[in-house]
């Protein structure tokens, strides 16, 4: 998984994926060579990345056992972590949604990486119980219909989707759009506490939050919900409820596409050319879930926009791990943090290979990105609970 020697990094991930599934167990090799998988030499597998375009090693047993042995070197900055079984994925996404509208979606289909799709109806119904991993499709949880209020308000597709909203809400028995998403939320937070694991991007990541901070406070003005916004609520935010952020203040006007301070899209000055990220280094043998969470096969990441495009670095809680960051900007891209017993991710950002996505724009065609590093981030996050939990030292 070098830059050298795969020419396919991202379809690597689904052949791994795919050798779970088999009930076959795969070492994942942190910080050796990429963080390349050890898989099982069987003429099936070897077949398998012959026709998805896989790069791959056959190794004798004195090679990789001799592997082994320098990874496991307290010299060495590595880890052979053991992938067990292939987790049961799900894409909170809404029903319709194009495929290329959101990175993950489509990484998983190149990657040949099986998912459902999961909304409102049954995350509220408890259908999250069945996954094991759960991806926050670019959703607007505070109920403002993603802040498009201001450049889109007359547009065909932003009337319609207003009005599904709303009749799903009342459908699932909620006066408001705002109520029902806090619900769903509620229900999102408490699969996590219960050991899920949540990936989320772009607008889901700061618009979850604020809607748990929220939570009992009506922070919609009168376009999004028919009334009026409760005074001075940004004062009654309470940032206890949130996984990641803090202090952040509220953008009130409904005329700017800005949910909050937490999102550093309006405030960095980065060009194009000079936008990029860095991803932390941490120990393989003390710190694995963050070591996972940035095997690549390059420390430097080229950064992309979105509706929430990076975190405000003083924003973040001091108990989430910042992953990836660009410290001159003081921001951070790609967060991790732990939640009762399971884990979240936040990463920001709309496309890795589309720099600036706008509405209606075409789909990133992966052919192309076969090697993508902002890629291989989410299919990390895809098979970190593949990982056979290490006993605690007590």
Known sequence: MDADSQKNHLKAYGLTYWTLSKELKVKWLLNYRGGSFL?????EIQRECQIRGISFEVLSDAKTESILEDISSPSQNMEAVILEK?????????????????AVTMVLQYAEIPYETV???EVL???????????????????????????????????????????????????????????????????????????????????????????GIDICEPMFDGDGSDSGYQNKIDYNKTFAF?????????MIYEFSSIDMTQKRMVSKTSDYFS???????????????????????????????????DEIKSSVLVLGETKSNGEAKYIHGIKGKGFFTFYGGHDPEDYQHRVGDSKTELDLHPTSPGYRLILNNILFPAARKKKQKT
């Open 39 to 43: 898989l099982p030499d069987t003429q």
């Open 86 to 102: 292939a987790p049961k994925i799900a894409v909170y996404t809404p029903k319709g949604k194009l495929p290329w509208d959101d």
């Open 119 to 121: 909304y409102d109806e």
């Open 125 to 215: 119904n408890d259908g999250l119980l069945a996954f094991d991993w759960l991806h926050l499709h670019h959703e607007d949880f505070t109920g403002q219909y993603g802040k498009f209020y201001g450049a889109y308000r007359a547009a065909s597709w932003y009337i319609e989707e207003k009005k599904e909203a709303e009749a799903l809400a009342i459908k699932l028995g909620y006066n408001k759009v705002s109520d029902e998403k806090l619900a769903v939320a509620l229900k999102i937070r408490d699969y996590v506490i219960g050991g899920g694991f949540m990936f989320a991007m772009c607008s889901a990541t700061d618009s979850f939050d604020i809607a748990l901070s929220a939570e």
């Open 246 to 254: 803090t202090n952040y203040i509220l953008e009130r006007n409904p």
């Open 279 to 313: 991803l932390m280094d941490f120990s393989a043998k003390w710190d694995p879930i963050p070591t996972m969470l940035c095997q690549n096969h390059t420390a430097l990441v080229k950064g992309f926009m979105g509706q929430t495009t990076s975190f405000t670095r």
